[in-house]
Structures are given as structure tokens and as C-alpha cells.
């Protein structure tokens, strides 16, 4: 819907837009609505479920306070946001005709999704370095992953992507958002929003948004790749074979969940222009809005051995009291 208000752009009248439209998935095929629903509600389900359980069982089991696991729980947070921020609303519009959400709706949609979506990839990145500090410098590791240095960490990669999604939606909705209203995605995708904002500075905006995310983005990837260059080096420098295995172990499900997070946003991001339908697309987006934080606990709680092995005792604690 567009408010009766009237702005000129470039010497035209425009009506400004007061709320917008969400196509999502209204161009499919309405009978399969029903099983997408289904799938993605499960799944959203399964992340939450998931990352609860990692949680509750790092708080109950005291052999998984040290400072990988506080990192695993801060990120598992994340992951919960950001599905709640993006995923409900996608799932009511799925199976409803009135697919409107609100300027102030969208814009505070925009926040949380690019709030925690930086703050998992900062997380990653810390954990990464954790991870670098336990194999390069074993004997120091206390005193450099000390429980207040940890908290600090964790506190500055929720700043840090508080910050990253305050600025760039302070600059998106910044914009005059003219003519159409709709927005062919099942959120308030940044790209999606741009297309429809009207004026001389959109192509700056737009070029400047790209480039604040890819650059943030990319410098976490390129500490994770540093952090990993570090551990492989040390790693080969181990004389036993045994050795090297059971440390390399350690890494695996941070590794696993770096190439999926870095590998999905690639595929969507990165892909070239070309003639993609838009519910390609639709369904392109779902793999880094729901199915990589699904696939998140799954890594971790699969090939983790530690938390593994802990997530069974506490439900044999649970389950079986007096075989325990």
C-alpha cells in the first residue's frame, strides 16, 4: 500500500511509501505451500531446539566452562536471533494473502537480521583465534583466554554488530523510498530495499553498503584463514601422528561451520547476474536464512566429541537417574 504523501525526485511527483509488500513465496505454486511451510517450520524448529540444547548442556556440565564453549553458547544466541528476526514472519506470510509489513517493521527487521548476522560472523571469528591461542600457544592460553578477557571478547562482537546493523540501516532508510512497494524477497533484504529507493544518492548508498558489509565480512574470513595457516603450521611441527589428529579434531566443527556460513552468503551474494527466476532466488536465500543456522547445531553437536559425549550424559542423567 502507498501513502497518499507526495515527494519529487528528478522533477517527477512520487507517492512515498509508508509500508511495504513481502512477495516471498506468493509466486509458487500455491499447493505447495503447505509442504514448504512444514519444512521450513521444522527446521526452524530444529535450530531452535538445537542451540537451546548446547546451551543448557554447556551451562549443566562443568568440564564445558572454558572459553570454546562460552564462545559456542554466545553463538548459538546469535543463531537463535537471527532466526527469530527473519524466519516467523517469513512462515505466517507463507500462508497468508496479507503480506504487508510496516515501514518501522521493515527497517527494525533490518536491524536484528544485520545485528546478529555480524556478530555470528564476528563470533566465528573469535573463535577461531581461541582456537589459534589453544594449538600455537598451549602454555599461555590461561592467561590470554582468561574468563574477563573472554566476556570482553564476547562483549565486543555483540557491540560490534549492534553497530554494523544500527549503521547500515540508518543509511538505507535514510533514503526516499518512492513508487513501488514491493519487495521481492520474504524479508527486508538490503538489495531488495535499494531497488526500490529513488534519488541521485542511491547508486553511492548502495556501492557504500556493499562495501562496508563485504569488507567486514571479509576481514573476518581472512583472520579465520590467518588464524588456520597458524594452527596447520603448528600442527605439522607435532611428531605424532596421533597427535596431530587428536588437535586438528578440536577444530573441525568451528572449520565445518566457517565453510558453510562463508560458503552459503558466497553462493547468494557472489553469484553472477543473470536471467534467475525470483523464486530461485527465494529459494537460494532460504539456504543462508534457514538452513545454515539448521545445519549449525547439527555440526557441532555431531562432530564435537566432547559436547557429544556431554549431551548424552546429560540425558542419561535425565532419562536413566538410577543408572547414573
Known amino acids: 500500500m502507498v501513502s497518499t504523501d507526495e515527494a519529487s525526485v528528478a522533477g517527477q511527483n512520487y507517492s512515498m511509501v509508508s509500508e511495504f509488500i513481502l512477495v516471498g513465496f506468493s509466486n509458487f505454486p500455491q499447493h505447495l505451500l503447505p509442504a514448504f511451510f512444514l519444512l521450513y517450520l521444522l527446521m526452524y ?12 548442556t554447556v551451562w549443566s556440565e562443568h568440564s564445558l566452562h572454558t572459553p570454546m564453549y562460552l564462545f559456542l553458547c554466545a553463538l548459538s544466541t546469535s543463531e537463535i536471533l537471527f532466526t527469530v528476526a527473519v524466519t516467523p514472519r517469513m512462515l505466517v506470510d507463507m500462508l497468508s494473502t496479507h503480506r504487508t ?5 521493515c527497517a527494525s527487521q533490518m536491524f536484528f537480521s544485520f545485528t546478529f548476522g555480524f556478530t555470528h560472523s564476528f563470533l566465528l571469528m573469535i573463535m577461531g583465534y581461541d582456537r589459534y591461542v589453544a594449538i600455537c600457544h598451549p602454555l599461555r592460553y590461561n592467561v590470554l583466554m582468561s574468563t574477563h578477557t573472554c566476556a570482553h571478547l564476547v562483549s565486543w562482537t555483540w557491540a560490534g554488530g549492534s553497530v554494523m546493523g544500527m549503521m547500515v540501516t540508518l543509511i538505507v532508510f535514510h533514503l526516499t523510498f518512492c513508487g513501488s512497494n514491493v519487495i521481492h524477497h520474504f524479508f527486508c533484504h538490503v538489495l531488495s530495499l535499494l531497488k526500490l529507493s529513488c534519488g541521485k544518492e542511491t547508486s553511492s548508498v548502495t556501492l557504500g553498503v556493499i562495501l562496508v558489509c563485504v569488507t567486514a565480512l571479509m576481514g573476518c574470513l581472512f583472520l579465520i584463514i590467518l588464524s588456520y595457516v597458524f594452527i596447520v603450521a603448528a600442527i605439522l611441527r607435532m611428531p605424532s601422528a596421533e597427535g596431530r589428529h587428536k588437535t586438528f579434531s578440536t577444530c573441525v566443527s568451528h572449520l ?8 552459503f552468503a558466497s553462493m547468494i551474494y557472489l553469484k553472477p547476474q543473470g536471467p534467475h527466476s525470483i523464486d530461485s532466488n527465494t529459494l537460494m536465500a532460504t539456504s543462508y536464512t534457514v538452513f545454515t543456522p539448521f545445519l549449525s547445531p547439527v555440526i557441532f553437536s555431531l562432530r564435537n566429541k566432547e559436547l557429544k559425549n556431554a549431551i548424552k550424559k546429560s540425558f542419561q542423567r535425565k532419562f536413566s537417574p538410577l543408572s547414573s
Not at 101 to 105: C, E, P, S
Not at 256 to 263: A, K, L, P, S
Request: no cysteine; glycine share 8%.
Open 256 to 263: 565445518t561451520v566457517v565453510i558453510v556460513h562463508y560458503g
Open 45 to 56: 524448529l530444529f535450530t531452535l531446539l538445537g542451540n537451546l540444547l548446547i546451551m543448557a
Open 101 to 105: 509489513i510496516t515501514f518501522v517493521a
